[in-house]
């Protein structure tokens, strides 16, 4: 069987309108500061409220000891409780991972 022969592609010609290189120095802005993490004024505003249902918590617990009711509501007090705190934290951290997203776009933007 014979081969056929390819035949070798001629390379594209190079346009000649490529831009020359700009010279000079471009000016950039530095990237924007790091962002702080929450501090703990913000860890303050829900220590508090989680201190006056300890308390509270605690003297159901003890002034009714053989009342299964305030044993009961102590208990769903204290699921509350985690689930607040747990939400708090949640939004916190959402909260700011959110705004370095935002900051890192904007940045990009500025650089593109």
Do not use: C, H, W
């Not at 700009?22 to 220590?47: K, Y």
């Not at 000891?65 to 007090?77: I, V």
């Amino acid at each position: 069987m014979a081969r056929l022969a390819r035949k070798k592609k001629e390379p594209e010609p190079v346009e000649e309108n490529i831009p020359t290189r700009p010279q000079g120095e471009l000016a950039l802005e530095p990237p924007p500061d790091r962002e702080e993490p929450p501090n703990a004024s913000n860890l303050l505003t829900s220590v508090v409220p989680m201190l006056g249902s300890v308390g509270m918590m605690a003297f159901m617990a003890l002034s009714q000891s053989n009342n299964p009711r305030m044993l009961f509501m102590a208990g769903a007090m204290v699921f509350a409780m985690v689930a607040m705190v747990g939400t708090q934290m949640y939004r916190q951290v959402s909260a700011y991972r959110t705004k370095v997203a935002d900051m890192r776009g904007e940045y990009l933007a500025y650089l593109a």
